[in-house]
């Protein structure tokens, strides 16, 4: 079965660029979406089709997909934006998703 | 507003079954697939399977198969979800998640996403 791995936590401080990764065999290939979740709250797209983002979703989000691995990027990051992120990604008529990365804004 | 407004908590023993329930409003429920998702304590989140509220049609995870049914009363905007020989490892938040997107015309590749969420159904499997 397909699998995308993400680093379990990232670290980054107030004001600098976070990035995410989620990488799976051939991912490029694909189209990658990611969702933030935030305690007890119910996860919230922030990018889809790689580079999308939702309406709603602050400039400081972007995304990009290439080779095995898609990466969310966070701009100028705000201690707003810790959460847990998710990539997901659909194999044929299967979505999966990754294990989540938790984002520390210290 | 467009929501999704799911069912109340669940407390189930082993072997029996759940069924929880995702009622739409504010878009055209037929419209948008309907997507359920899981998440264990402390865990991350578990694609379980979609629906397609127009015509019935649905796709499992491989992990689910046999044990999990996925229906709709299109005259009340209600998805269900009924799983089966509950285990203890059951134990998580259901969430109900509308999908938008599609199939890209070139590839082929399927760009659904979940847009809109429901709060979720927690169940709890205990003896």
């Known amino acids: 079965s397909y699998e995308l791995t993400q680093p379990p936590s990232v670290s980054v401080s107030p004001g600098q660029t976070a990035s995410i990764t989620c990488s799976g065999d051939k991912l490029g290939d694909k189209y990658a979406c990611w969702y933030q979740q935030k305690p007890g709250q119910s996860p919230v797209v922030v990018m889809y089709?790689?580079?999308k983002r939702p309406s709603g979703i602050p400039e400081r989000f972007s995304g990009s997909n290439s080779g095995n691995t898609a990466t969310l990027t966070i701009s100028g990051t705000q201690a707003m934006d810790e959460a847990t992120y998710y990539c997901q990604a659909w194999d044929s008529i299967t979505a999966v998703f990754g294990g989540g990365t938790k984002l520390t804004v210290l | 507003q467009v929501q999704l407004v799911q069912s109340g908590t669940e407390v189930k023993k082993p072997g029996a079954s759940v069924k929880v329930s995702c009622k739409a409003s504010?878009?055209?429920?037929?419209?948008?697939?309907i997507n359920w998702v899981r998440q264990a304590p402390g865990q991350g989140l578990e694609w379980m399977g979609w629906m397609n509220p127009n015509s019935g049609n649905t796709g499992y995870a491989q992990k689910f198969l046999g044990r999990v049914t996925m229906t709709r009363t299109t005259s009340i905007s209600t998805a269900y979800m009924e799983l089966r020989t509950l285990r203890f490892e059951d134990t998580a938040v259901y969430y109900c998640?509308?999908?938008?997107?599609?199939?890209?015309?070139?590839?082929?590749?399927?760009?659904?996403?979940?847009?809109?969420w429901g709060k979720g159904t927690t169940v709890t499997v205990s003896s």
């Open positions: 998640a509308r999908a938008r997107g599609g199939d890209d015309y070139w590839s082929g590749e399927r760009y659904f996403y979940m847009d809109v």
């Open positions: 504010g878009y055209i429920f037929t419209s948008y697939d």
């Open positions: 089709k790689d580079n």
